[in-house]
């Protein structure tokens, strides 16, 4: 099989001078293609125009083909949301974001920049990190004791003011810098951009290498490791993906200049083990690894793009028996283009779906599907997930196209890679069978669609791909079976960088009048802007085709610092609501958050995870309860501050904002009133109707949205839960309440051993410690009342749950409130005394013990729970019950020697550790030079003979499953796994796991 011609940009052959990370890049591409016999591209000459796939670095072209596909490589992204910059770094970006529009494939080098286009484009690249020949960093240069700053610019995110403030603060230490700031002091030499060789020298004699910048990648880093040098940066950006801090360098929390200082000192003290620690991590960071990974990818470009334009036309139907056979012979006598059609009958009351059987059994193209989710949008979003075609026709039961429609549509989406939906005019056919030429649709204008101008007709021709990435439509904005959810899914489209086209002034779509929506005089069209922020802020999505804001390029966010982290459990009463919760959180004026869903013993849909890959998602196993997931997702939480929500609920637009906002100011958990979706008889809505809370009534259905008003936070009623005022608790929050994650690791989180009420109890821990919570009065959470199975075991089970608070709470020590005329220090929070272990003798109060170390050992705590609970042991020496406050499983702390001793399955001794020395083999360079001649890859590892791993003590079946443990990329991976990764391969046992250890360890 030929090779695959790859013409890249910019092209080895041809650089211009000036060095940059894309020019060494390009340049090792074109080194290593030569030498690889197993990778299936090569590279074109630079003028050569027979290639076969386009690959672009940075958007550094303006030739985009319509005769090959096209790969952008993402390198020199600016973070223009977030930093100062200059308009030339905006017209960079814009290049860049319109290579994406135009490509099949997209790759970044690192899961940080990733990040930005899985939240803002619903697009999940390729990550293809860079490789390092170690060989070439080996040397026996003198160590000049330099501390080296080298990057080719001095503005943006590579501004040097580090480098003047280390030299400052570090007189006696030496700095070296391509550039530094006005005012630096004397033992800071600059030496501007110079060749790549003089670097490289410059690298290897320098003692410490140093890198602030926040870059996409950062190549130097692997070469200063690959030299053996210790690294300090700042703990952000691609650099958390190449340094592991204490092992081969020091991470410094970001902008912050005292850590930046300490972890100088740091890298001064422990070079050698540092240097010698980083040399050894890169051997894994082959190019043999990368370029394989770049033939994958080209050879995919090339596949997708070379793939039949075939279509499936989807015809959902409910009741439509007369005119159902008159849409599906239009949609079959299609002319040239290849497709199927696929009739989703939705809970049809007439003869449909008998007429679709009659249908199916007479075409061979023709297939039925019944769908029990009532809705249009269900019904479409069916068709479209069990296609296989690459463009995708959604076509109503009551129209028809005609035979030109689907060939000059797709003909249109074959020659223009950055549009995704071609549409024609249409024939409008009133109910007398009269008809004419519509004026709409008209050409085709994204920007109008901000204003609530609908662009596109129903019946249009799409890429299926598109439809993945938007998770189809949304059943929301047609609450009476039809309504507006086409136009909401082509501005979504719109937002993701696919534009659409009339593509033909013919009528081919023949559109009938008097449907539910053309046919419905009391027709109210939903609002279907209202969800999507950047309509009305203009803060647009990255690759938007909306009018930027500077008429260049929109600004580009980074996503992996939220400010707040949203833990969503998910049960499987409610994995079909998730996708509102989800929907909730990107209709968010606050940009800065993450997601992250716990899944409790519930397979996802696949649609969902593909649609949603900004989501971060934990698998947890079945009815461990939504406490526990909680719990799982605080753990895994970058934010300091915590927002829970329900997978069944939702939140208004600008929930996240007003929280923040209030919580910023005085670190109170916020929460809010809320809109509560039940169903009421009308007497119950009138009363409410006069009492002015009925928001929405439907006097059918009978469903009603109520305003519910929450309690203003009383903390000493607050801290006396629980007790019953008039037959009520006092509950004055919903568990969607914006809590610090400092405060909820105090209290240990939820109580996992609670089948209902984990949140009360929550909210009454926390209030007892004193912390303070503030209301927000506004209705910014929307709850569903019939959904919560977890509510109705609370009313059954009360007695019992209530019994447990009352003895839980017994003898809880209350803090004074921090924020309600409590002790307070200068910042708000409650003042504590320093931790002790409190005893109280029966029906006596509690006393503070004042305990020695003596008689005091640490311990961590075993029991399995991990939700906070109080730790209380009863001494029968005293008759006292010990009380060691709340803590969770893994939880260390002191405890008496002698209560510890007592119960050996709850608690198991700490023993002091001595400090470990990180040794490195005499013989490195030997090591390097052994290393690099071994396969590096599992992949090498999977291509053995079967026979030749059999002696592991694997099976056939064993070894099929051990290539499954797709976290596991390199042999150095294998080597070092914990072992209950390895054990988690069916079959394997630890032994057979030790000998897979022992194989990959002699590749390393």
């Known amino acids: 099989m030929a090779k695959l011609r790859v013409q890249m940009v910019p092209n080895a052959l041809n650089l211009v001078s000036g060095e940059s990370g894309i020019h060494t890049l390009v340049r090792k591409y074109f080194e290593h293609a030569k030498e690889g016999t197993d990778y299936s591209f090569e590279f074109a000459a630079p003028n050569d125009m027979s290639f076969d796939v386009l690959a672009v670095h940075a958007g550094m072209t303006n030739e985009i083909p319509n005769s090959a596909p096209m790969v952008a490589h993402l390198h020199g992204l ?108 004397p033992n800071v030499k600059t030496t501007g951009v110079v060749k790549h060789d003089v670097m490289r020298r410059m690298v290897q004699r320098c003692n410490v290498y140093l890198s602030t910048a926040k870059e996409t990648f950062g190549i130097g880093i692997l070469e200063a490791m690959a ?119 939705n809970n049809s009351g007439d003869d449909s779906y008998d007429i679709a059987r009659m249908l199916e059994a007479e075409f061979e193209n023709v297939s039925v599907l019944k769908c029990g989710a009532q809705g249009v949008a269900h019904a479409r979003n069916m068709g479209i997930f069990n296609a296989t075609t690459k463009y995708v026709c959604c076509l109503d039961a009551d129209d028809e196209i005609q035979p030109d429609f689907l060939n000059a549509c797709v003909s249109a989406l074959e020659s223009d890679a950055s549009i995704g939906m071609a549409y024609t005019k249409l024939e409008a056919v009133n109910p007398d069978g009269t008809s004419k030429i519509s004026d709409w649709p008209d050409e085709y204008d994204y920007n109008r669609s901000l204003q609530r101008h609908n662009p596109v007709p129903t019946c249009c021709v799409f890429k299926r791909e598109a439809a993945l990435r938007l998770g189809g439509y949304r059943q929301r904005y047609a609450p009476t079976g039809a309504g507006s959810e086409d136009a909401e899914f082509w501005l979504r489209m719109g937002s993701l960088g696919l534009a659409g086209k009339l593509v033909d002034q013919r009528p081919l779509f023949r559109y009938h009048l008097g449907g539910a929506v053309s046919g419905n005089p009391s027709y109210r069209e939903k609002d279907w802007l209202g969800w999507h922020p950047w309509v009305a802020d203009r803060q647009h999505p990255i690759l938007s085709i909306a009018r930027p804001v500077n008429n260049v390029s929109h600004s580009v966010r980074q996503y992996d610092e939220p400010l707040i982290s949203v833990v969503i459990p998910c049960s499987k009463d409610h994995v079909g609501h998730l996708i509102d919760a989800l929907d909730s959180l990107e209709a968010q004026t606050f940009r800065k958050w993450e997601a992250i869903v716990v899944l409790d013993g519930v397979e996802v849909p696949s649609m969902l995870v593909e649609s949603f890959p900004f989501v971060r998602w934990a698998w947890m196993k079945e009815n461990v309860g939504a406490g526990a997931c909680r719990n799982k997702g605080a753990s895994m939480a970058r934010a300091k501050l915590l927002l829970f929500l329900d997978a069944d609920d939702w939140l208004d637009p600008k929930c996240m904002e007003q929280l923040y906002s209030v919580n910023r100011v005085d670190g109170a958990i916020t929460y809010s009133d809320y809109l509560g979706y039940a169903t009421i008889d009308m007497d119950m809505a009138s009363k409410l109707r006069i009492d002015n809370r009925l928001v929405e009534y439907n006097n059918e259905s009978q469903e009603a949205v109520i305003k519910h008003y929450a309690a203003d936070y009383d903390c000493a009623r607050a801290q006396r839960q629980p007790e019953l005022n008039q037959g009520q608790f006092y509950i004055w929050n919903l568990i969607t309440s914006l809590v610090s994650k400092e405060i909820f690791d105090e209290v240990g989180g939820f109580d996992e051993t609670m089948v209902s009420w984990e949140d009360w109890d929550l909210w009454l821990r926390i209030a007892k410690r004193g912390h303070c919570f503030e209301r927000v009065k506004m209705p910014l959470v929307h709850y569903r009342f019939g ?119 709850k608690f198991q001794r700490v023993l002091p550790t001595a400090k470990r020395e990180v040794k490195m083999p005499e013989t490195v360079v030997e090591q390097v030079e052994e290393s690099l001649s071994a396969p590096n890859d599992l992949a090498e590892l999977y291509a053995l003979p079967l026979d030749d791993l059999m002696e592991l003590g694997l099976s056939k079946r064993q070894m099929r499953e051990f290539r499954e443990i797709h976290n596991l990329i390199s042999f150095s991976d294998v080597a070092t796994a914990p072992m209950d990764t390895l054990l988690k391969v069916k079959g394997i046992g630890t032994v057979t796991a030790r000998r897979i250890q022992r194989l990959a360890g002699t590749k390393v």
């Open 78 to 185: 600016y973070w223009t949301a977030d930093l100062p910059v200059q308009e030339w770094q905006h017209r960079a970006n814009k290049s860049v974001i319109n290579s994406i529009r135009y490509s099949t494939v997209v790759t970044v080098p690192s899961q940080w920049v990733a990040e930005t286009f899985r939240r803002d484009a619903h697009m999940n690249p390729i990550v293809i990190p860079h490789g390092i020949d170690v060989k070439e960093w080996l040397h026996d240069e003198p160590n000049e004791g330099y501390v080296l700053w080298n990057k080719n610019r001095d503005s943006d995110v590579c501004d040097p003011i580090a480098v003047n403030v280390l030299a400052k603060y570090s007189p006696n230490t030496k700095f070296m810098s391509t550039f530094a700031k006005e005012g630096a002091t």
């Open 787 to 905: 959904t919560g199975s977890r509510r109705e075991i609370g009313r059954q089970e009360h007695e019992s749950l209530l019994s447990y608070l009352s003895e839980k709470y017994e003898r809880e020590e209350v803090m004074p409130c921090g924020g309600c005329g409590g002790r307070s220090n200068r910042k708000g929070n409650a003042v504590r005394p320093p931790a002790a272990v409190s005893g109280a003798g029966v029906g006596g109060s509690a006393k503070i013990l004042q305990m020695t170390s003596e008689n005091m050992i640490m311990v961590r705590l075993i029991d399995g729970n991990h939700g906070g609970h109080p730790i209380r042991i009863r001494d029968h020496s005293d008759n006292r019950m010990y009380d060691y406050n709340y803590h969770k499983h893994g939880d260390e702390f002191l405890i008496r020697e002698d209560h510890a001793t007592r119960y050996p399955d």
């Open 227 to 345: 030299a053996g040098k210790p690294v300090l940066a700042f703990g952000h950006g691609g650099v958390l993906n190449l340094i592991e801090h204490g092992v081969s360098g020091y991470l410094a929390k970001p902008d912050d200049y005292d850590d930046l200082m300490k972890g100088l000192a740091y890298c001064q003290r422990h070079a050698a083990v540092l240097g010698a620690n980083g040399r050894r991590i890169v051997y894994k960071r082959s190019w043999h690894r990368t370029m394989r990974m770049l033939s994958d990818t080209y050879q995919m470009a090339y596949d997708l793009y070379n793939a039949v334009p075939s279509v499936t036309v989807v015809i959902p139907c409910f009741n439509k028996a007369e005119t159902l056979e008159r849409a599906v012979r239009s949609a079959v006598n299609q002319n040239a283009v290849e497709h199927e059609v696929i009739i989703v009958d």
